[in-house]
């Protein structure tokens, strides 16, 4: 494994997506002398992927979503390469532009993330018919939603949805098809599927369930005038949403001695097959995936952590790539949901699951345990925040059930006098176990407990 | 849009539009009775003879009284001053007094039809309007299309806006006897509570506390089962509405001085100015009362009360500053700087005028003590300049004037020096922190964009550090606008509460500290 030294001088990383830049970062925090280059052509500057959806609805300009400062790339030193990257000479080491004279490099570091998903169907390059993973696609959307009279969303997952809630800022009227049986039910149990689909309901969005794509019609223009969907129904619409997952994009690969499957394939050390070149982000595929994990992983966090440990091992002795316990989050239009551990969508014995629901239906808790040690896998909550750290520390050690319903108050994160759910849970516990729980709080003593704190 | 909107927004521009045409009406006459009423008994025999011209004249609008007022007495004040007869000289503004009585007419007649047909029905049109808003939508964050808005970003609403606040400040504050036509129409409520006429004063208090009521239920509804936002917005309107408006008045009425018990030094300036000194002296137990509950407040109750909850129990909770920027001044407060830059132009500017109030009082305080010997009348000349710039230039005109330009918490950020106060008690010694949640950040940058501060949350929330800032306010819109839930305002052990290597919670292969 090839560290940085005396004659790798220059660093070269193609994407400014959250892996790249977190890796070009600690870097240079490790090194201060070292060239750094980061190409990329979606946009100048490192940009936020996740708040595509909020450029559109108006909460915020582009501007707004970019993490640093302009200035923030000079001082450090970071050359900002703004080009497409068409062909990677391996042999000579040497990048080739579109616009720009080539680049050499010593080091590579592939960071190209994903593409949007488009698969087989009939319509699917018919003007109107996108999905949304980079800038220009927002701008696509930004010109295909003009005028638009009704649009339909292909694929319950997380942007289907986000695109559901970008039409509907707009007022367009939305026909969401999900294959499964509820929303995203592939990933979530059935009773937080329900409650989000409850939810998408009560935002207008008209949710079709177990509703498949058959075809798109073009309109004699090149454009959409409607889908076709595997029961034969026609739904007239100007606008279709793809959300039907991504690929790593691999093109910039495909002819070159570097070895592909799903994904660039990946040691722990996000090496390649090749020395010297190394991947991160959406764009890898590990070739022994760490516990648990699958083969790909496309989120944000995964991301950053890629960057991270691909830095570290540049500068120092390498570690392999070991994630802590999963987490991630999301909102699905008001509802935020997060989840620490692993939850699957069903799960079998000795797996247990506790599950609470607010009366008024958008707020719920469920935690998955081990029925027999009554040690916690992993817990989801939807409207109800919780603290990452302290999930991160109680799964590690292997803490039970009964201490997170009994220290809830501690694990909670919502705002200050936000409605306080722990006495529900602990009942709704109780009532379901047969096991009785005394709440441990905090002794308040003094000057302290006077001021109520 | 519902029509019932419509017909409210209809009612408050109709409103605005009377608010603005009276101020050309009425007519003005000066008698010398007039004068009689207005008039110190050592200036009488000047005015009389120097204003006998305008005696009987009828003007028809304020603008042509107050240009030929004006006129007659510097022509009086400017032969003296060449003369160098200081003593002579008239250096008390009878303008706005001697436009107040001389003022009959329409307006001086109709004041309480006015005043219904301007503030109240501007009021009534406006919560009209608001009360709709979102209804029949699910409770969540209400900025879609905001970023599209003439008003809120710069657009030309926005910039009309900002020119006309501006416009009023710059009359309210050193040509009021133009805007006499608007002292009168709130003279019907003033009597009602305090038993005498209005003064400028009062009619922009009264304004003041119905922009932070009606906005304020505007709050309630954009953030509708928010409690947090909602419990400090109810917060800043009862302060503004009982403390900082009524109770002054009510003071008045029973003979007491002025004060507004939430005003604190050096926010209020003037606390320790000889004048109040002299006035809280000699109004017996109320006035030990207001002398030494402020002196309290600023040595005890600030501190300890930052220590525990940060500054913002005071600024986003209870200040009269801080609620008309979390009311009126909320469609606006994306328009705050974030850069590293204007954080440091910032701290040069607050911590400046802090040391200018404190030097200043110290100055007044000790020249009191030593009864003008040390100093003389020397200090009255710095009180002169600190309101001019601070009081009325910079916490008025740029503090409200600036919203739809760069924010709503000008003033707040840039220049309250009581803000400063708290600010170092904050970043310093207190239990307050904004709270990240391990790694969950996603950088989208709904915090810092929805920053009325200026400060850019994201950049500590993305490397998993507290935010424990000497600006914050503790407004939290930005927890409640993180779609992440990341971010959670929190008072708890100092220990900790800084960190200035961060680990972000989520990769065991290395310990990324953020330097
Ligand atoms: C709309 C949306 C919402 C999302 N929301 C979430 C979320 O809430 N939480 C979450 O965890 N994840 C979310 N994700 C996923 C997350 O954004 C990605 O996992 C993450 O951005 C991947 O980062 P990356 O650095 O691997 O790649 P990217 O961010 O995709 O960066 C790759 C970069 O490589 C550049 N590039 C590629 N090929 C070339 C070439 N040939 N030449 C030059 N440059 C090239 C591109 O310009 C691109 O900028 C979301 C994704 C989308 C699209
Ligand atoms: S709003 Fe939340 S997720 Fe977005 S940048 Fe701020 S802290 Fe991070």
Known sequence: MAQINQNQKHIVIIGNGISGITCARHIRKQDSDIRIT??????????????????????????????????????????LVHDWVTEIDIDNKKLNLEQSPPIEYDLLVLALGSKYNTFGWEGKDLKGVQGLYNYQDLEDMEANTRNCQRAVIVGGGLIGIEMAEMLRSRHIPVTFLVREKEFWNNILPEDEARLVGRHIREHHIDLRLETVLDKIIDDGNGKVKAVITQSGEVIPCQFVGLGVGVSPNISLIQDTPIEVDRGILVDEYFATNIEGVYAIGDCVQYRNPPPSRPKVEQ????????????????????????????????????????????VPCVWKHPLDSFYWEHPEGKICFRALYDGNSRQLK????????????YFDVLLKR??????????????????????????????????????????IKKKRKGLLALFGL | ??????????????????????????????????????????????????LRPMFGVKYTNSFAFVYNFNNYLDGYNDLQKDEQNWDRVIWDDYTLAAARVSSDGFVANNRLVLLFMTLFMGSFGALIYILPLYRGEPKGIKHNGLMLSSN????????????????????????????????????PISRKISGGPASQWFMYGVI??????VMGIRMFRKYWGNRYQMLRTASVMFFQLSFAFLLPEILMLFNQPYHNFINIWPLDYTFFFDYRIDDMLSSGAIGMLMLISGILLIVIGVPLMTYFYGKRWYCSWVCGCGGLAETAGDPYRHLSDKSVKSWKIERWMVHSVLVFAVVMTAFTIVNYFTGYEWLGHSTDMLHEWYGFLIGAAFAGVVGVGFYPFMGNRVWCRYGCPLAAYLGIVQRFKSRFRITTNGGQCISCGNCSTYCEMGIDVRWYAQRGQNIVRASCVGCGVCSSVCPRGVLKLENGNEEGRISDMPIIIGNKSVTIKNQ
């Not at chain 1, 500068?315 to 949901?337: C, M, R």
């Not at chain 2, 007519?27 to 200036?43: P, V, Y």
Request: glycine content about 8%; aromatic content about 14%; overall charge negative.
């Open chain 2, 152 to 187: 809120k970003r710069r657009g030309i609403i926005g910039i009309t806006v900002g020119i006309y606040l501006i416009l009023i400040y710059i009359l309210l504050y050193w040509y009021p006897a133009y805007i006499v036509n608007w002292v009168l129409i709130t003279d």
């Open chain 1, 398 to 439: 292997g803490g039970t059930i009964e201490e997170v319903i009994s220290s809830l108050h501690e694990a909670s994160f919502d705002q200050e006098f936000a409605e306080d759910h722990h006495q529900h849970i602990l009942h709704a516990f109780e009532s379901q176990t047969g096991i009785k729980l005394y709440p």
């Open chain 2, 208 to 213: 003041y506390t119905l922009a932070i009521l």
């Open chain 2, 1 to 50: 849009m519902k029509n019932i909107q419509k017909l409210g927004l209809s009612l408050f521009f109709l409103a605005l539009l009377i608010f603005n045409v009276i101020l050309c009406l009425g007519t003005f006459q000066l008698t010398e009775e007039r004068l009689e009423e207005i008039a110190k008994d050592e200036h009488l025999e000047v005015l009389r003879k120097e």
């Open chain 1, 378 to 389: 992993g817990v989801n909550s939807m409207g109800f925040r919780l603290r990452h750290e």
């Open chain 1, 38 to 79: 980061i190409i990329s052509g979606e946009t100048e500057h490192f940009y936020s992927r996740t708040a595509l959806m909020y450029i559109y609805m108006g909460h915020m300009k582009y501007h707004h979503t970019k993490p640093y400062e302009d200035h923030f790339w000079g001082k450090n030193r970071l050359n």
């Open chain 1, 299 to 342: 989120v944000w966090y995964t991301g950053r952590m890629h960057g991270e440990t691909l830095a570290y091992n540049l500068t120092h002795k390498p570690v392999p790539y070991q994630p802590g316990p999963w987490f991630n989050s999301a909102k699905f239009l008001d509802i935020e949901y997060q989840t620490y551990g692993v």
